[in-house]
């Protein structure tokens, strides 16, 4: 086994620092250890400054962003309940299907994939379905590269005493994001995109009315692995109060721990200006090429483009791998062969492989920025 080095500028994962890579080698330690524990502790505290939420229920999740989805939904939902989820790519699609799947009423809230929704749309969703309970949005859609404004939201959806639930996978430590500013109740992000960690924790973090929501519930959560009723006593146990629920996958945790560490070295606010900077440089590139975006409102973490006529959308993706080592992301849904998707995430948002990555895809494509 001899993984390559890539470089990863599809969206995500993302390259991981070695510093990151040298955390995860370190000694196991058993998950009730008191020195296990304090490092776990220490990693609710990074995330909570990451979040900029107070939030005491802030815990990374055992699994991937998708379990961080499900853990929000599960716990927020009960069969019956209405909810208005955002579906305007991929990951509002895979929203609504969990939420249907814990029995909730969806009312969809649909845009066009690329498009992002207005306070007023949301506004109005919520007055022709005033029993909601929850809306669902996600902050930073993935497979369309649109960042979707959330200030003004929480608001909304208080006045009709609901829930904001915020997918964060693609925009924590990478987009502004402030979870105690702009009132989100839930959010769940991931490792692997701007946090530069590899896949396998989900950061998820519950404020005081989803602790209400989940206190007042009539059934039991269904997923017993993702019930955070069991699961806040091993997080937030504190003081020998611990109680082993499933065994927290150790090592994950130590690397976590040091890319939050990394983040915050470098600071959440020069982080972000680190994204938007590498997002601008390479969009002028793109253009330059004749490369345009899809989205109106682009994310700087995610860059969709569209393919240019004629081009051969698996063939330069191959050759991008094959020769320059590099991963970009193919379209997905209805974006399939339109689409690509480059990255520039945490450890990857950097001049040289923005640079790298401009004249590696010119080269493919037979152009130049001086020729076009
Ligand atoms: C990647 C992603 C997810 C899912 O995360 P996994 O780690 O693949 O489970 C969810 N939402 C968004 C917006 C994502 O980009």
């Known amino acids: 086994m001899h993984p390559a080095e890539r470089v990863l500028l599809g969206p995500g994962p993302s390259p991981v620092p070695q510093r990151v890579l040298r955390a995860l080698a370190a000694p196991t330690l058993g998950h009730l250890d008191p020195q296990y524990l ?3 502790d220490e990693v609710c505290e990074l995330l909570r400054q990451v979040f900029r939420t107070r939030n005491a229920l802030t815990f990374p999740v055992s699994g991937t962003g998708m379990a961080g989805m499900e853990c929000a939904a599960v716990n927020l ?3 019956g309940d209405e909810v208005i989820i955002g579906v305007n790519g991929v990951f509002g699609t895979r929203m609504k299907d969990v939420m249907e799947r814990c029995g909730a009423v969806v009312h969809a809230l649909e845009a066009p994939w690329g498009e992002t929704f207005s306070a007023a749309q949301v506004a109005a969703a919520f007055a022709a379905h005033p029993r909601a309970r929850l809306l669902g949005i996600v902050h930073a859609e993935t497979s369309t590269g649109a960042h979707q404004p959330l200030e003004g939201l929480a608001a909304i959806a208080r ?3 609901a ?9 924590l430590g990478g987009h502004e994001l402030r979870v105690d500013d702009w009132e989100i109740d839930a959010i769940y992000s991931g490792t692997q ?19 209400a929501r ?15 009723s069991m699961l806040r006593k091993y997080y937030s146990g504190g003081g020998g109060g611990r109680v082993y629920h499933h065994t927290a996958p150790i090592n994950m945790t130590y690397a976590l721990h040091e890319a939050l560490a990394i983040v915050l070295e470098e600071g959440l606010e020069a982080r972000i200006a680190r994204h938007a900077a590498m997002h601008q440089r390479l969009r002028r590139g793109l253009e330059a090429l004749g490369l345009n975006y899809i989205p109106s409102r682009s994310l700087h973490t995610l860059n969709c483009i569209r393919i240019p ?5 698996a063939g330069v993706r191959r050759r991008l791998l094959d020769e320059y080592g590099i991963e970009i992301g193919a379209g997905l849904g209805p974006m399939a062969g339109k689409a690509w998707r480059i ?3 945490g450890h990857g948002a950097t001049l040289r492989n923005v640079d790298l990555v401009l004249a590696a895809l010119g080269n493919c494509l037979g152009r130049s920025a001086a020729s076009t």
């Open 38 to 40: 304090a490092i776990m």
């Open 309 to 313: 006529e004629g081009a051969d959308d």
């Open 159 to 161: 006045a009709h005493d």
């Open 193 to 211: 995109k701007c946090l530069s960690c590899p896949p396998g924790l989900s950061p998820v973090s519950f404020g005081p009315r989803a602790l």
């Open 163 to 171: 829930l904001l639930l915020v997918d964060a996978v693609t925009s």
């Open 343 to 345: 990255g520039l995430m």
């Open 214 to 228: 989940m206190d007042a519930r009539k059934t039991k959560v269904q997923s017993w692995y993702l019930d955070v």
């Open 77 to 79: 939902v009960e069969p």
